[in-house]
């Protein structure tokens, strides 16, 4: 009976909701699942990358000239072992990380100004959110930063492994707990979150925490690569709960024998390096027909589904699991092997390794192809054919080593190139440029400006003020059964469907929330 009471709740809810949309006819029809896209046109010479900044060695902002000294005398900074790894833009800055693979990193998070306010070529790097924060040694500063990601509020979440000098063998090796930290960049780098990994997920002094990418969905959660050799996998980190745990899947998360060697502008290579890249791919599936019947659950849910792409850095391979499984902490606790295994989709071989990919808000990815000295594009829409994969820059000079790339408010795609091969050998020469960061308009943004939808515009989980207050409680905008996040995404999607193009994207979310709470809510009071 109760079963029956729910079916015919879930009926009620069905079809208020068709009738909104019938009632809506006389209105202009919107696609509320659209992603947005920046409002200023790309011209077609600014779809071709160019280099926006290079540098032959690194070098900080210090005070004054003789605190830099005292630095270089003292080997706090030894510019041939500063490295840069990510870059993301926000606002009119780029923020980039700086790993402490080799001593004499001074800071491993900073940022430069954004080139159209910034005359040099070569900036220095301003330690962020201050020098203090970035003191080697202080477990309760940023140690080895190495990705980073941006939300769509402004938060920065930022990954720190703990761990110091991984090129080098002795024992003058930092090691702290591994964490993550969620700064206010609206805020000048507040601290809105300090989170420590467990031992148990991710172990401090043997783990490689490396790329990450922030889910919008259920109060937020972070996908981040370890690609240390003892326990690959990806670490899961929810905002709402405060908790962490980790992915593990041997087929397609570990070195692939056939792409351990490789060579880099004439220089040979033998890595055997395991996950390393990620990206999340959009809610918006177009190819879902705005006509296709709402009660198809499992076609529709397919709008409200994001997949997080990986790849090892040594495979020719690309790799996919929902995101609703890796968001499922009860699933991952009692699934086997052969269940993630089950969910993984290989789309198949590109032409060489990747270090890095981004997906933007279109549903495109961009990575890089290390062997081939190029950036490619897929849309991820179609299928991973050669015919589908695009290199849109290819040059053996200007591109060695593509790493990590942001996607700005303009929706301009910045590309780190650093050389990595040579760094890691002891070969960069100081008399040649070894760091570039590339850029071209794209037309798109990044993957966090996803559309509001019923996962995403609960208020209650948005974070706190300008004034520093904690978390509202706004009252629940949607009510789900269940104890997961799976089992909310299936619920809802068969509430949404396809349905949702004819209504403006906040206003029916909230309606349709209000009506679940309001079915639901009756449901009980009749138990």
Same mark, same amino acid.
């Given at each position: 009976m109760a079963l029956g009471r729910k079916l015919i709740a879930f009926a009620l809810v069905l079809g208020c909701a068709l009738g909104q949309q019938s009632n809506n006819d006389g209105l202009q029809p919107t696609d509320s699942l659209s992603p947005p896209t920046p409002s200023v046109p790309t011209a077609p010479g600014e779809k071709q990358f160019r280099v926006v900044y290079e540098w032959n060695v690194l070098d900080f902002a210090f005070t004054n000239e003789d605190e830099r000294a005292q630095a270089l005398y003292s080997g706090h900074y030894i510019p041939k072992n500063v490295l840069i790894s990510d870059c993301k833009p926000f606002a009119n800055r780029l923020y980039l990380t700086i790993p402490r693979m080799l001593p004499g990193v001074p800071a491993t998070l900073g940022y430069v100004v954004r080139p159209e306010n910034n005359g040099r070529t070569d900036p220095e790097i301003v330690p962020f959110p201050s020098w203090e924060m970035n003191e080697r040694g202080n477990c309760s500063a940023l140690q080895f930063v190495q990705g980073v990601a941006i939300d769509k509020h402004g938060i920065m979440w930022v990954v720190d492994s703990g761990r110091t000098e991984t090129l080098t063998r002795g024992k003058d090796h930092v090691v702290c707990p591994p964490k993550i930290l969620l700064l206010d960049l609206k805020r000048n780098g507040t601290i809105v979150l300090r989170y420590q990994f467990p031992e148990t997920v991710v172990p401090a002094g043997n783990n490689y925490l490396n790329?990450?990418?922030?889910?919008?969905?259920?109060?937020?959660?972070?996908?981040?690569?370890?690609?240390?050799?003892?326990?690959?996998?990806?670490?899961? *980190?929810?905002?709402?709960?405060?908790?962490?745990?980790?992915?593990?899947?041997?087929?397609?998360?570990?070195?692939?024998?056939?792409?351990?060697?490789?060579?880099?502008?004439?220089? =040979?290579?033998?890595?055997?390096?395991?996950?390393?890249?990620?990206?999340?791919?959009? !809610?918006?599936?177009?190819?879902? #027909?705005? =006509?296709?019947?709402?009660?198809? /659950?499992? %076609?529709?849910?397919?709008?409200?589904?994001?997949?997080?792409?990986?790849?090892?850095?040594?495979? !020719?391979?690309?790799?996919?699991?929902?995101?609703?499984?890796? +968001? =499922?902490?009860?699933?991952?606790? +009692?699934?086997?092997?052969?269940?993630?295994?089950?969910?993984?989709?290989?789309?198949?071989?590109?032409? #060489?390794?990747?270090?890095?990919?981004?997906?933007?808000?279109?549903?495109?990815?961009? *990575?890089?192809?290390?062997?081939?000295?190029?950036?490619?594009?897929? &849309?991820?829409?179609?299928?991973?054919?050669?015919?589908?994969?695009?290199?849109?820059?290819?040059?053996?000079? !200007?591109?060695?080593?593509?790493?990590?790339?942001?996607?700005?408010?303009?929706?301009?795609?910045? %590309?780190?190139?650093? +050389?990595?091969?040579?760094?890691?050998?002891?070969?960069?020469?100081?008399?040649? %440029?070894?760091?570039?960061?590339?850029?071209?308009? /794209?037309?798109?943004?990044?993957? %966090?400006? /996803?559309? &509001?939808?019923?996962?995403?515009?609960?208020?209650?989980?948005?974070?706190?003020?300008?004034?520093?207050?904690?978390?509202?409680?706004?009252g629940l905008v949607y009510q789900y059964e269940g104890t997961t996040p799976a089992s909310s995404r299936l619920a809802a999607a068969g509430i949404l469907g396809a349905s949702g193009a004819t209504a403006n994207t906040a206003s029916f979310a909230g309606f349709i929330g209000a009506l679940v709470l309001c079915a639901v809510t009756g449901m009980i009071g009749r138990q």
């Open positions: 790329k990450i990418v922030v889910d919008d969905a259920f109060g937020g959660f972070a996908y981040i690569t370890d690609n240390s050799g003892a326990d690959p996998g990806i670490v899961v *980190f929810s905002r709402r709960l405060t908790r962490s745990w980790k992915v593990r899947e041997n087929n397609s998360m570990r070195a692939a024998r056939n792409a351990v060697r490789f060579a880099v502008n004439g220089t =040979d290579l033998n890595f055997s390096i395991h996950i390393d890249s990620i990206a999340l791919g959009p !809610y918006y599936n177009p190819n879902i #027909s705005p =006509d296709q019947p709402v009660a198809d /659950t499992l %076609v529709n849910s397919q709008n409200y589904e994001r997949n997080v792409y990986y790849s090892p850095l040594s495979s !020719y391979h690309i790799y996919s699991l929902p995101a609703s499984l890796l +968001r =499922d902490p009860e699933f991952n606790a +009692r699934a086997t092997p052969r269940d993630i295994l089950e969910a993984v989709v290989d789309y198949g071989k590109k032409e #060489s390794q990747t270090d890095g990919m981004f997906m933007d808000n279109q549903g495109v990815l961009y *990575f890089g192809l290390l062997g081939e000295h190029a950036i490619a594009k897929w &849309d991820s829409y179609k299928p991973f054919t050669e015919k589908n994969q695009q290199i849109i820059a290819k040059d053996a000079a !200007y591109i060695q080593w593509v790493d990590s790339m942001g996607i700005d408010h303009e929706g301009y795609l910045y %590309v780190v190139v650093n +050389r990595l091969h040579n760094f890691v050998a002891g070969r960069l020469n100081q008399l040649e %440029v070894n760091f570039r960061i590339l850029r071209a308009k /794209t037309g798109a943004l990044s993957y %966090v400006y /996803t559309p &509001d939808n019923l996962f995403n515009s609960d208020g209650k989980f948005l974070y706190s003020g300008a004034s520093g207050e904690p978390f509202a409680d706004n």
